[in-house]
């Protein structure tokens, strides 16, 4: 993949270690990507909670060149759903969404996947005290 002509497009990128930063338009760098570098498989998206925002990493795989990229974006409440352009994404959002409380847009399909439909919260954002009754609802 040729970084530059991917900055030039997408010029509020950075290049950062084995990621690509994304600021914004990260559905189009994605579908960029998709249909002009064969990255044609989504393998995961990755949340992390850095307290400020959320670290969402988009973990791309071109066959043809047997290469991944990683695309990384943060947002704080909502993010632009890719499950349009990758079929594989819907999981992966229904599964943020349920465990860190991300909203993917155009994702008809959120919904709890994991906690109990009762759950307040999402229990993978560190926003937790340690004594905080929901986490023992199990108990």
């Avoid at 270690?17 to 760098?29: Q, R, V, W, Y």
């Avoid at 791309?60 to 991944?68: K, T, V, W």
């Avoid at 439909?117 to 108990?139: A, F, Q, S, V």
Wanted: charged letters at 35%; a negative charge; aromatic letters at 12%.
């Amino acid at each position: 993949m040729n970084i530059i002509e991917f900055k030039n497009l997408f010029g509020e990128s950075e290049l950062f270690g084995e990621k690509i930063i994304m600021k914004s338009d990260i559905a189009k760098s994605l579908q960029f990507l998709k249909e002009n570098y064969g990255y044609n498989i989504l393998k995961e998206i990755i949340a992390i909670d850095n307290r400020d925002d959320i670290e969402l990493s988009y973990r791309l795989y071109s066959p043809d060149d047997d290469e991944d990229v990683i695309i990384t974006t943060f947002v704080k409440g909502e993010a632009e759903s890719v499950s349009k352009i990758f079929d594989s994404a819907v999981a992966d959002e229904k599964e943020i969404f349920d465990l860190f409380g991300i909203k993917f847009t155009c994702n008809d399909e959120l919904e709890r996947l994991y906690m109990p439909e009762g759950w307040k919260g999402h229990p993978l954002r560190k926003n937790y005290e340690e004594n905080d009754e929901r986490l023992k609802w199990n108990d």
